[in-house]
């Protein structure tokens, strides 16, 4: 088994055998072309003054009206678990905030906590799947992809013969 992560997350990230991925390339981080460099900068706002774990008060828990994780880092908020879409984003505390680490409204930052699988769909490129069952409302991992433009996707697709 391989790791096709090479240990830069908190959990492997494995490869099936038969899976050939000279083009595959695995990133923990976003990859920006230029035309979107100027568009997605980090937005950051003043860290939480929370002592310890945030509470009702967390001016981070706020922008998302309340910390959405429960204390198994899962989302607790209704909205969140049904089946619509929901457009609304969740600020986690980050490393400008005064609370710990260990604080609840620290999920995604803490990276990958289930085992997973990376293989070949046979339609649609690569693929992963959850090596065990995951308990609804968990966080799974973050996409970290390349950003293409509406045009790079398109130029993609007629490339793939899509």
Same mark, same amino acid.
Request: include cysteine.
């Given at each position: 088994?391989?790791?096709?992560?090479? /240990?830069?997350? *908190?959990?492997?990230?494995?490869?099936?055998?038969?899976?050939?991925?000279?083009?595959?390339?695995?990133?923990?981080?976003?990859?920006?072309?230029?035309?979107?460099? %100027?568009?997605?900068?980090?937005?950051?706002?003043?860290?939480?003054?929370?002592? /310890?774990?945030?509470?009702?008060?967390?001016?981070?828990?706020?922008?998302?009206?309340?910390?959405?994780?429960?204390?198994?880092?899962?989302?607790?908020?209704?909205?969140?678990?049904?089946?619509?879409?929901?457009?609304?984003?969740?600020?986690?505390?980050?490393?400008?905030?005064?609370? %710990?680490?260990?604080?609840?409204?620290?999920?995604?930052?803490? /990276?990958?906590?289930?085992?997973?699988?990376?293989?070949? *769909?046979?339609?649609?490129?690569?693929?992963?799947?959850?090596?065990?069952?995951?308990?609804?409302?968990?966080?799974?991992?973050?996409?970290?992809?390349?950003?293409?433009?509406?045009?790079?996707?398109?130029?993609?697709?007629?490339?793939?013969?899509?």
């Amino acid at each position: 088994m391989r790791d096709v992560a090479l /240990g830069v997350e *908190t959990r492997p990230v494995i490869v099936e055998e038969t899976l050939e991925i000279a083009s595959f390339e695995y990133s923990a981080e976003c990859i920006s072309t230029n035309e979107f460099d %100027d568009h997605f900068e980090e937005v950051m706002w003043e860290g939480c003054s929370c002592v /310890g774990v945030c509470g009702l008060h967390c001016a981070c828990g706020r922008l998302t009206n309340g910390i959405q994780y429960d204390h198994k880092h899962r989302i607790q908020n209704q909205l969140y678990q049904s089946d619509t879409m929901v457009d609304l984003p969740i600020f986690e505390c980050h490393p400008d905030c005064r609370c %710990d680490d260990d604080c609840p409204n620290r999920v995604v930052q803490h /990276g990958i906590r289930y085992d997973f699988t990376v293989f070949d *769909t046979q339609k649609t490129g690569f693929g992963v799947r959850a090596q065990q069952d995951l308990p609804k409302g968990v966080f799974v991992m973050e996409y970290c992809g390349e950003r293409l433009s509406a045009t790079e996707v398109i130029g993609c697709a007629r490339t793939n013969g899509a």
